[in-house]
T-cell receptor, first 112, second 115 residues
Framework: KQEVTQIPAALSVPEGENLVLNCSFT??????LQWFRQDPGKGLTSLLL?????REQTSGRLNASLDKSSGRSTLYIAASQPGDSATYLCAVGEYNTDKLIFGTGTRLQVFP | ETGVTQTPRHLVMGMTNKKSLKCEQHLGHNAMYWYKQSAKKPLELMFVYSLEERVENNSVPSRFSPECPNSSHLFLHLHTLQPEDSALYLC??????????????FGPGTRLTVL
């Protein structure tokens, strides 16, 4: 059974720092992996999707990498800003199913 | 604006009440989902509908009853809920048909409190 873990659970940093959020999964036979952002009391916004054949995806200050063999993905946030404060969730997609398996998230706070 | 709307945004109900949550997607997608998000737990998939047919029921108790009258609308009917059912209920949609984990687009959620 696939399990997804995110470390750390919470992170508080000053503005301007470069950050790495970690996601690990137990079964490497994944179809894709997605990173989402969730603001308090709101729904999820998709940030990046990495197919199983890809190593990384970039969007602006965000870069997500995928290492299937080791069961890991990282989300790198460059030059963090207070507006980046949110919970970041990773989710693994598997073959032959719609189902996404989510981690519990990393709650990020960036202070000025 | 994600193109997925949910109403109501907040709901407080007693254990004997019957209520319904509504989700509408304006994206022309084929698949719709209900998720439950409880504090300090991963999102739990409840139901998946593809082209208006239920393709997955993730062992959800019968006090939750989904309905998908067309590809744009999804309901979650609630009756005789328990306090532990209090959570954020999220609706999502995706472009493809079932069997492939596409990018999902989420609504803002309904915060449900069961007294």
């Amino acid at each position: 059974k696939q399990e997804v873990t995110q470390i750390p659970a919470a992170l508080s940093v000053p503005e301007g720092e470069n950050l790495v959020l970690n996601c690990s999964f137990t079964d490497s036979a994944i179809y894709n992996l997605q990173w989402f952002r969730q603001d308090p009391g709101k729904g999820l916004t998709s940030l990046l999707l990495i197919q199983s054949s890809q190593r990384e995806q970039t969007s602006g200050r965000l870069n997500a990498s995928l290492d299937k063999s080791s069961g890991r993905s990282t989300l790198y946030i460059a030059a963090s800003q207070p507006g980046d404060s949110a919970t970041y969730l990773c989710a693994v997609g598997e073959y032959n199913t719609d189902k996404l398996i989510f981690g519990t998230g990393t709650r990020l706070q960036v202070f000025p | 604006e994600t193109g997925v709307t949910q109403t109501p945004r907040h709901l407080v109900m007693g254990m004997t009440n019957k209520k319904s949550l509504k989700c509408e997607q304006h994206l022309g997608h084929n698949a719709m989902y209900w998720y439950k998000q409880s504090a300090k737990k991963p999102l739990e998939l409840m139901f998946v509908y593809s082209l208006e047919e239920r393709v997955e029921n993730n062992s959800v108790p019968s006090r939750f009853s989904p309905e998908c009258p067309n590809s744009s609308h999804l309901f979650l009917h609630l009756h005789t809920l328990q306090p532990e059912d209090s959570a954020l209920y999220l609706c999502a949609s995706s472009p493809g048909t079932s069997g492939r984990p596409d990018t999902q687009y989420f609504g803002p959620g309904t915060r449900l409190t069961v007294l």
